[in-house]
């Protein structure tokens, strides 16, 4: 198994910047890739950005494209969301995901408030 821990969420103002981190424990040798998804109040979840983890190629969302950068640390097994001219529209609780060749793992989420 393994274990995810989101942090770094709080409350910002419009057009600040945050950056969220996701640290794995346990089996990690075994993701494959990991992201970063999204839900805002009354809304479904939404995928953000995620990131290969053996080689770094990132995709995003159309939405968060030029303001937001996944990257990760393998040294420290943690993924990071660098996010910029953060928006009101960006507030949700963010979720860090793993897809590992055993199953699929959640952290339980960081909680992002963007005041305009």
């Known amino acids: 198994q393994v274990q995810l821990v989101e942090s770094g969420g709080g409350l910002v103002q419009a057009g600040d910047s945050l950056r969220l981190s996701c640290a794995a424990s346990g089996r990690t040798m075994n993701i494959v890739l990991m992201g970063w998804y999204r839900q805002a109040p009354g809304k479904e979840r939404e995928f953000v950005a995620r990131?290969?983890?053996?080689?770094?190629?990132?995709y995003y969302t159309d939405s968060v494209k030029g303001r937001f950068t996944v990257s990760k640390d393998n040294a420290k097994n943690t993924m990071y969301l660098q996010m910029n001219s953060l928006e009101s529209e960006d507030t949700a609780i963010y979720y860090c995901?793993?897809?590992?060749?055993?199953?699929?793992?959640w952290g339980k989420g960081t909680l992002v408030t963007v005041s305009s």
């Open positions: 990131i290969v983890w053996g080689g770094g190629t990132s």
């Open positions: 995901k793993a897809d590992t060749t055993t199953g699929t793992y």
